[in-house]
């Protein structure tokens, strides 16, 4: 029997690791590190009706972690949004990388109407009967005052397209918020609403964006928060 020779082999085809089609931005989004605790009766100061407080110093840990695992990576551009704990949280990065960090309002925290100001923690934390309407319903309107579903969809998904047309081929890291988070990735997934709410601080999910075409990619890793054993 005469053995095939190199020429006559049949055609192998292996698999193939992920590539982002060409011309995507490769969005890392990240979730800022922990704040400081709310305490009752002491609301947070406010920056255009957001609670804007600083990062804790876990939360200052935590940025240093998360900013020495990105700095491993090819990062060509660094958002933040207007409240200062998602700066801090970049700030490492953009020290390491000479980066100057853009804002983007579109990616600011879900406004939280009533309960602002650090009063949304103390409501989650008592289970508090709207809470509980939140979470069943899957929209942040039921809290008095609060941004609406569709409002926050727009706002995320126009920053996103903004970002995308600004960094073809690039990759950007986004220091965000968690409400973003979430809505990004069930736009992206085409989910239900809180399909992916409760993303980590300091946590990096990914989108990839290629057009009208949105890729989850990754979401809630924390693997630079733990220590080894």
């Not at 049949?10 to 011309?23: I, K, L, N, V, Y």
Request: hydrophobic letters at 40%; aromatic letters at 6%.
């Amino acid at each position: 029997m005469t053995e095939k020779t190199d020429l006559e082999q049949p055609a192998a085809f292996h698999q193939r690791p992920f590539q982002p089609p060409p011309g995507a931005m490769d969005l890392l989004l990240i979730r800022h590190g922990q704040s400081e605790a709310y305490v009752d009766g002491s609301p947070f100061a406010l920056v255009d009706g957001h609670g804007d407080p600083p990062l804790s110093g876990l939360g200052m840990e935590q940025a240093r972690r998360v900013c020495s695992r990105l700095a491993r990576a090819r990062i060509d551009a660094i958002y933040v949004t207007p409240l200062r704990r998602t700066a801090q949280t970049a700030a490492p990065l953009a020290q390491v990388l000479g980066l100057q960090p853009e804002v983007e309002p579109g990616l600011r925290e879900v406004y939280l109407g009533a309960w602002e100001g650090g009063e949304f923690r103390k409501r989650v934390a008592e289970n508090h009967p709207i809470s509980q309407r939140m979470h069943a319903e899957q929209r942040w309107d039921v809290i008095p005052g609060a941004e609406s579903s569709d409002a926050l969809a727009g706002r995320v998904r126009d920053a996103i397209v903004r970002l995308a047309a600004t960094h073809p081929g690039e990759r950007v890291a986004a220091f965000t918020h968690s409400g973003v988070i979430g809505q990004a990735l069930a736009l992206a997934a085409g989910s239900r609403p809180f399909a992916f709410i409760g993303a980590e601080n300091a946590s990096i999910s990914r989108v990839v964006i290629s057009g009208d075409q949105w890729i989850v990619r990754g979401f809630n890793d924390t693997a630079h928060l733990v220590d080894p054993a």
